[in-house]
């Protein structure tokens, strides 16, 4: 840890920041203001390791605000500090701050990598702590990346790092945001029950009516609204409290919008129309246009139902024209569809046709757009996997050259017993064929499959799942036969449907995974199964079957169109770094 007990000019000796951590760690952002205000004078005259430490928390607190102008010149005033002080240490929380930047700013790849960063120097300066946070805020990133799997082990290894809870350095986290984490991507999985689960634990671990409690709450209130359930949404609007964080201006807009959005469902309507207009009002300021769009779309909406047309449908005209030089051709369709719903609820027959008209024109200009940014996806998922693959025969090439100039140099001294051995490594290296019988048909599937999870939890086997989605049916004695020649003792297949088999292969390793899942379409090519789609997945210590089918579900189509969720397909507020569904990678 810092030592911070230095000279200090405006105090005998330089205050702990402990209270300023934990009130960002709160999002106690009003009580974290008035301790910097209080501070900020004799910043410059602190000690080197003091100023680190206050600038990181800066950082932190404006990552709340989702600022990465305001981060960077922190990180700046950080690198001035380190460049006159070399000895400085607390290099790994400067990596988890360059990657809220970059998480703010949408630059995943880059943002992933100074997580990694973070978390190798955690591990080798033996701090839990920053290995803690970073792998909670590395795994909200990858959820709303969808990148489910991977968040849920990073949410793995933070379970296991909080027993006994870590001790925190230069940055703090509330216990509650390990169980928002979880539920935020139960959420992504669309696992209601497991969701509702960890999301009453966050707020068992709050204090009623304090700002975390207001930011958990409403995130829920959001999830609820998405699902539909909108008096449950209701509910938790209801219980919010008077206490909210102050966090940037779009966040406010999301609030006004999200309030809007369920004040109409539930045909509030007067309500609604507030909610909207003050959304509109905050991401104008904010210059968010697609937002504002959005907003006013629901304004318009709004003034329809109460029955001010005129200046409805001109408000609806307005937002129409604005997404369509913003191309968002998903909103577009969805305004168009109702637009032909409330036509043809007013009898409005042929307006309603050619609102229909229009939905049709706007959705299918969308699935094109969707299916060449999934064709140009894979293009470049199938040139990196090329490239592996010449790497890897390049190392197989060099490892048999080597391999070959050690036999002859020792073939003259060895003789027969060399020989003996190389009969004997490839024995050890060939393929086991006695492929375990199939399972018996009447055996319940999913039964087995759960015993299967129990089981491979027990021995601590993170148990790697392959998911075959056949195009027609194929009988098992036939699919058992294909993979005979290549199945290891213990690998098992199972029927779950007539197109659906799962692969079960213990304590198998990255590599054998792969190789695998390359080397299967060739041969279901082999006996007339030409179409199929694969998905793999791993056994974590929370799965159970559903949960295990839905990760096999999200890695079947992830390939595909896992980034396309666009902000009218996923919740709105994805695009704010610390409110709603998207915390601020916290």
């Avoid at 955690?122 to 709303?144: E, K, T, V, W």
């Avoid at 969805?334 to 609820?345: F, L, N, P």
């Avoid at 292969?505 to 041969?523: C, M, N, V, Y």
Wanted: glycine fraction near 6%.
């Amino acid at each position: 840890m810092l030592t911070l007990l230095f000279p200090f000019t405006s105090f005998a000796q330089p205050p702990t920041l402990q209270p300023l951590m934990t009130a960002i760690a709160a999002f106690d952002t009003n009580r974290a203001d008035q301790l910097s205000r209080q501070w900020q004078p004799s910043v410059e005259a602190a000690p080197p390791n003091w100023q680190l430490h206050w600038h990181l928390l800066q950082c932190d607190r404006a990552r709340l605000a989702s600022e990465p102008t305001t981060i960077r010149d922190h990180l700046h005033q950080i690198e001035r500090l380190r460049a006159d002080q070399p000895q400085l240490n607390g290099i790994g929380y400067v990596r988890l701050c360059e990657a809220a930047a970059l998480s703010i700013e949408q630059d995943v790849s880059n943002a992933l990598i100074q997580f990694a960063d973070a978390i190798e120097l955690g591990n080798r300066a033996g701090d839990p702590g920053l290995q803690y946070i970073s792998h909670i805020r590395r795994a909200n990133l990858l959820a709303d990346d969808g990148q489910y799997s991977a968040a849920l082990a990073d949410l793995s290894a933070a379970l296991h790092l909080r027993q006994p809870a870590p001790s925190y350095t230069l940055l703090g986290s509330h216990p509650a945001m390990l169980d928002f984490s979880l539920a935020r991507t139960f959420y992504y999985l669309r696992n209601p029950a497991r969701t509702d689960d960890a999301m009453a634990q966050a707020l068992a671990k709050v204090a009623p009516n304090s700002p975390l409690n207001w930011f958990i709450r409403f995130n829920y209130a959001n999830m609820l609204g998405q699902q539909q359930r909108l008096e449950e949404s209701q509910q938790q609007l209801a219980q919010l409290g008077d206490n909210p964080p102050t966090l940037g201006e779009q966040d406010d807009g999301y609030v006004h919008y999200f309030k809007a959005l369920n004040a109409f469902g539930l045909g509030e309507y007067q309500l609604a129309l507030t909610e909207a207009r003050a959304a509109a009002d905050t991401f104008v300021l904010a210059e968010l246009q697609p937002q504002y769009s959005r907003a006013r779309h629901v304004q318009g909406q709004a003034l329809l139902m109460l029955d001010q047309e005129e200046e409805g449908w001109k408000t609806i005209g307005q937002a129409e024209q604005a997404m369509k030089l913003q191309g968002d051709l998903n909103n577009l369709a969805k305004m168009s569809a109702w637009i032909a719903h409330y036509h043809y609820s007013k009898e409005a027959y042929l307006p309603a046709y050619l609102a229909l008209q229009d939905q049709l024109k706007y959705q299918r200009e969308y699935d094109a757009e969707l299916s060449q940014q999934a064709l140009s996806e894979q293009q470049q998922s199938l040139g990196q996997q090329m490239d592996r693959h010449r790497q890897q025969l390049a190392n197989t090439a060099e490892a048999h050259y080597q391999s070959q100039q050690a036999l002859l140099f020792w073939q003259g001294l060895t003789g027969l017993f060399g020989v003996l051995l190389l009969a004997l490594g490839l024995r050890r290296l060939w393929p086991d064929n006695e492929t375990p019988v199939p399972i018996d048909p009447t055996i319940d599937s999913r039964s087995y499959l759960a015993q299967q999870i129990r089981n491979a939890k027990a021995c601590g086997d993170p148990l790697p799942v392959i998911l075959l989605r056949l195009s027609a049916d194929a009988a098992m004695d036939e699919l058992s036969a294909l993979l005979k020649q290549d199945l290891r003792r213990g690998d098992e297949l199972l029927q779950i449907d007539a197109t659906d088999h799962v692969l079960l292969l213990p304590w198998a390793t990255d590599g054998e995974l792969g190789w695998r899942i390359d080397a299967l379409p060739r041969q279901l090519a082999s006996i007339g199964l030409s179409h199929c789609a694969i998905g793999k997945a791993r056994v974590h210590s929370f799965d159970d079957v559903d949960s295990l089918m839905v990760r096999l579900e999200c890695n079947l189509t992830s390939h595909g169109l896992r980034r396309k969720r666009q902000a009218g397909d996923e919740p709105h507020h994805t695009r704010s770094a610390a409110i709603v569904t998207h915390s601020p990678s916290t």
